[in-house]
C-alpha cells in the first residue's frame, strides 16, 4: 500500500510541476490539499493499514484504569499506575513489554491516586503526583528494584491534583491545580529526587486548575489556559528556575 502512496503523490507532483498546469501560488495550499484529501480518501478505502488503529485483545491490562498517565521507561517498557478504578486497581501498577502487562510491586498508598500525572526522572524513576488526600499525593517508582516508595512535603502546597513537569535540573516542578479546599489554587511546589521533598516555591500569578504545564527549551516552564475562579483561562505564565 506505501508503493501506491508513492505512485499517488508523485503523479500528483508531475502533474502540477508545467507552467500550463501550474497552480496559482495563491491557490497552491487550496489545490494540494484538495488533491491529497483525493488521495487518501481513495487508499483508505483500500484499507490502508498504516493509518488505522487496532484493538490488540491481547494487550489488555490487568485491571480497567482511567485518569492515569503513561510513562514510557528508559528501558523501553511502559507504566501506568493506579488511576480511578474498582479495588484493588487503584493500588496496583503495570509495566507494558513486549506485547504483556506486568504488575509492579504495590502502591506505597494504597487505594489514593485515583488521578495523577507522572514524570520520568533523569535517574530513570518515575514520580506521580494526584491523590484525593494531599498527604499521599505523590511517590516514586524504582524500576531496578521495582519498588514504590513515598515521597514527603506534599502537604506544604495542599494540592490533591496538578501537572508536573521535569526541569533542566532533575527537578520537578507542581505548578496548581486542585487544592485541598477549593477549585483552583496558585502555589507550586519543587520535587528533589535526591531528598525525596516537595518543598514550595514562587507561585503563579492566577489559580489555574487543568492547565498546561510544559518545559520549554531555554528552561523556562509554560503554563497556559485551565479554569481560572471563575471562568475558563487565555492567559498564560512562565517560570523561570
Same mark, same amino acid.
Given at each position: 500500500?506505501?508503493?501506491?502512496?508513492?505512485?499517488?503523490?508523485?503523479?500528483?507532483?508531475?502533474?502540477?510541476?508545467?507552467?500550463?498546469?501550474?497552480?496559482?501560488?495563491?491557490?497552491?495550499?487550496?489545490?494540494?490539499?484538495?488533491?491529497?484529501?483525493?488521495?487518501?480518501?481513495?487508499?483508505?478505502?483500500?484499507?490502508?493499514?498504516?493509518?488505522?488503529?487496532?484493538?490488540?485483545?491481547?494487550?489488555?491490562?490487568?485491571?480497567?484504569?482511567?485518569?492515569?498517565?503513561?510513562?514510557?521507561?528508559?528501558?523501553?517498557?511502559?507504566?501506568?499506575?493506579?488511576?480511578?478504578?474498582?479495588?484493588?486497581?487503584?493500588?496496583?501498577?503495570?509495566?507494558?513489554?513486549?506485547?504483556?502487562?506486568?504488575?509492579?510491586?504495590?502502591?506505597?498508598?494504597?487505594?489514593?491516586?485515583? &488521578?495523577?500525572?507522572?514524570?520520568? $526522572?533523569? %535517574? !530513570?524513576? /518515575?514520580?506521580?503526583? *494526584?491523590?484525593?488526600?494531599? #498527604?499521599?499525593?505523590?511517590?516514586?517508582?524504582?524500576?531496578?528494584?521495582?519498588?514504590?516508595?513515598?515521597?514527603?512535603?506534599?502537604?506544604?502546597?495542599?494540592?490533591?491534583?496538578?501537572?508536573?513537569?521535569?526541569?533542566?535540573?532533575?527537578?520537578?516542578?507542581?505548578?496548581?491545580?486542585?487544592?485541598?479546599?477549593?477549585?483552583?489554587?496558585?502555589?507550586?511546589?519543587?520535587?528533589?529526587?535526591?531528598?525525596?521533598?516537595?518543598?514550595?516555591?514562587?507561585?503563579?500569578?492566577?489559580?489555574?486548575? &487543568?492547565?498546561?504545564?510544559?518545559? $520549554?527549551? %531555554? !528552561?523556562? /516552564?509554560?503554563?497556559? *489556559?485551565?479554569?481560572?475562579? #471563575?471562568?475558563?483561562?487565555?492567559?498564560?505564565?512562565?517560570?523561570?528556575?
Amino acid at each position: 500500500m506505501e508503493a501506491d502512496w508513492q505512485h499517488d503523490i508523485n503523479a500528483l507532483l508531475a502533474g502540477i510541476d508545467t507552467p500550463a498546469k501550474r497552480p496559482r501560488v495563491g491557490c497552491w495550499r487550496q489545490h494540494l490539499l484538495g488533491q491529497l484529501g483525493r488521495i487518501v480518501a481513495r487508499n483508505k478505502r483500500g484499507n490502508l493499514r498504516s493509518i488505522e488503529w487496532e484493538l490488540e485483545n491481547d494487550w489488555q491490562l490487568n485491571y480497567a484504569r482511567a485518569g492515569a498517565q503513561l510513562t514510557l521507561l528508559q528501558n523501553g517498557e511502559a507504566l501506568i499506575a493506579a488511576g480511578s478504578s474498582f479495588s484493588p486497581a487503584q493500588g496496583t501498577a503495570e509495566l507494558f513489554s513486549n506485547g504483556h502487562w506486568s504488575l509492579t510491586s504495590g502502591l506505597y498508598f494504597c487505594c489514593y491516586h485515583n &488521578s495523577n500525572n507522572a514524570v520520568l $526522572l533523569t %535517574n !530513570g524513576d /518515575v514520580v506521580i503526583y *494526584g491523590a484525593n488526600v494531599t #498527604s499521599y499525593a505523590s511517590e516514586f517508582y524504582n524500576p531496578s528494584t521495582n519498588v514504590w516508595q513515598r515521597t514527603f512535603g506534599e502537604n506544604y502546597g495542599n494540592i490533591r491534583f496538578g501537572p508536573i513537569a521535569l526541569l533542566a535540573n532533575g527537578k520537578v516542578l507542581l505548578g496548581g491545580g486542585v487544592p485541598k479546599y477549593g477549585t483552583v489554587s496558585s502555589a507550586c511546589m519543587l520535587y528533589d529526587p535526591a531528598t525525596k521533598y516537595w518543598t514550595l516555591t514562587g507561585s503563579l500569578n492566577q489559580f489555574r486548575s &487543568s492547565h498546561t504545564l510544559t518545559r $520549554l527549551q %531555554n !528552561g523556562q /516552564v509554560l503554563a497556559a *489556559g485551565g479554569d481560572g475562579v #471563575s471562568d475558563l483561562l487565555s492567559s498564560a505564565e512562565v517560570y523561570t528556575p
